[in-house]
């Protein structure tokens, strides 16, 4: 495969991973609707989660300019594992496994 490819296609699996992650999180908005607390708490936390991400890509990338033809490659590729990361934390609180006492609305 060209690199141009492999570009294409990681950023198609982050585009993938990202709107499982935005399915989710709607999911978890609405079960906690009735909530204004949890709401407003998961809301903050997303935001916290968001800066962290950005952050961390900061940090993985500090000159991306540099990084020639792979930099979009290895971008979409490391956005696509945070952004799984953040979605299983979401799904356990979206399904809490059954007797998980410590999961919110157990």
């Not at 906690?32 to 991400?53: G, P, Q």
């Not at 979009?72 to 496994?97: A, F, I, N, Y």
Request: net charge negative.
């Amino acid at each position: 495969m060209a690199q141009r490819d492999l570009n294409e296609c990681s950023g198609a699996e982050f585009r993938k991973a990202d709107a499982e992650l935005n399915r989710v999180y709607t999911a978890l908005m609405e079960k906690l609707k009735n909530d204004a607390v949890a709401t407003e708490n998961l809301k903050a936390s997303e935001r916290a989660w968001i800066n962290f991400r950005d952050a961390q890509m900061k940090a993985l990338h500090p000159h991306p300019d540099e990084e020639g033809s792979v930099h979009s490659m290895c971008w979409s590729l490391e956005m696509t594992e945070l952004t799984v990361q953040r979605k299983e934390m979401l799904k356990r609180m979206l399904d809490p496994e059954d007797g998980d006492v410590c999961s919110y609305g157990s």
